[in-house]
């Protein structure tokens, strides 16, 4: 089926769709089980937000596909780059003006489309990873004149790459990674994340052994582990991303028995990650999408009744209390001392929902130029 409009394709066979709408998986430490990363995500930087999110029928992989959508002045926009396929999923990173935005690859598309833009996601420039994009939300990462990517080939390796997206290196394997962090007691199985931080590499992935957790930066040629120390089992970086006074990520640690979320941050020198309290999930309880912003991170929940929450975690507060959201949401974005925003998806409306005085109420509609259903 071809999309009218924007001229985006629709259509992902079952196995791989599932994949992609949950993220990937990790493999954890015996005992411990640690689940799919979730796909869906937001980055609210204050001035700008963007964030990430599926449409269609999303009770059919065929009929789903995923639009980025960009805030400014206070308002929402769709924002996807034109003519491409998004059935497999949509990873972006922003810093400041600049928007990088990759495709995930489908049975259909087996390789990675990247776009970039430079002015507030009004026009793009196109390119192409040199393999298959990790299927987790901070798979890429562009800010200071660089592109760096997290690629689901090899085992796992991380590429950085010129403003025209067309010049790659490898400056990092799962296996280099490993061998040159292992000191921290981490043993890294797997790479999920990047960031780009005061012109510093950074990435995530997931580790099977106590120490500490698997954020790694590159200085001087050499992979160091920098992130707090966890005593669970395992653990896997959801999220990791630069914001305007460091860097932000999410991790969800597992033992044999529990699972659990920790948010931690550190400044532009990367020296110090403060962590908030461990967030115990209970039997379950699903994550369902990620917002980092400043200093904290947003976590939608799916409780085991189907029931949607929000909860707010940063490095060195306790967590929030959980906030019910409206039905269908998919990202959530805003609180502290901005309005919080909650993005819900049914079929090719979004609806934006802001919360005052303890109710929801819409505030905004977006339509998706794209048919959905065989019959259309």
């Keep these: 089926m071809r999309v009218g409009g924007a001229g985006r394709a ?3 066979a ?3 769709a599932a994949g992609a709408l949950a993220g990937c998986g990790a493999t954890a430490a015996p005992g411990a089980t640690l689940p799919p990363v979730p796909l869906a995500a937001a980055t609210d930087l204050g001035a700008t937000a963007h964030a ?5 029928d999303l009770a059919s992989a065929a009929s789903t596909f995923w639009e980025l959508l960009v805030r400014a002045d206070g308002r929402w926009r769709l924002a996807t780059p034109p003519d491409v396929e998004t059935s497999g999923g949509l990873v972006a990173s ?7 935005v990759g495709v995930l690859a489908t049975d259909r598309l087996t390789f990675s489309p990247l776009a970039r833009s430079v002015d ?11 393999g298959a994009l990790a299927p987790t939300p ?6 200071d004149g660089a592109t760096l990517a997290v ?3 090899d085992g796992g390796s991380v590429v950085s790459s010129d403003p025209g997206l067309a010049a790659w290196t490898t400056v990092g394997t799962t296996r280099e990674i490993a061998a040159e962090s292992a000191s921290g007691g981490c043993r890294l199985r797997a790479l999920t994340s990047a960031a780009i931080v005061n012109s510093t590499d950074v990435v995530g992935g997931t580790c099977a052994a106590h120490g500490r957790g698997p954020i790694a930066a590159r200085r001087g040629g050499r ?9 669970a089992t395992a653990a896997q970086v959801l999220r990791v991303g630069a914001t305007t006074d460091g860097v932000v990520a999410v991790l969800e640690t597992a033992s044999a028995t529990t699972r659990a979320l920790v948010v931690t941050a550190s400044g532009r020198d990367l020296r110090s990650w403060p962590a908030s309290p461990a967030l115990a999930l209970q039997p379950g309880t699903r994550v369902r999408a990620t917002t980092l912003e400043p200093g904290r991170a947003l976590v939608v929940l799916q409780l085991r009744d189907g029931r949607l929450v929000v909860r707010t975690g940063a490095a060195g507060a306790r967590w929030t209390a959980a906030v019910a959201l409206p039905p269908g949401t998919v990202d959530v974005v805003g609180g502290g001392t901005a309005p919080l925003e909650a993005l819900s998806s049914h079929r090719v409306v979004v609806t934006v929902w802001a919360r005052s005085r303890g109710a929801w109420r819409a505030v905004q509609r977006l339509i998706a130029p794209i048919a959905v259903g065989p019959s259309h």
């Design 10 to 12: 629709l259509g992902l």
């Design 14 to 16: 079952g196995a791989l």
């Design 52 to 56: 990430t999110l599926p449409m269609g």
């Design 94 to 100: 922003a810093s400041g003006a600049l928007t990088v």
């Design 120 to 130: 507030g996601s009004a026009t793009w420039a196109t390119g192409v990873a040199p």
């Design 138 to 143: 901070s798979a890429l990462a562009g800010a």
């Design 151 to 153: 690629l689901r080939s």
């Design 223 to 231: 992979w160091r582990l920098v992130g707090p120390r966890l005593t």
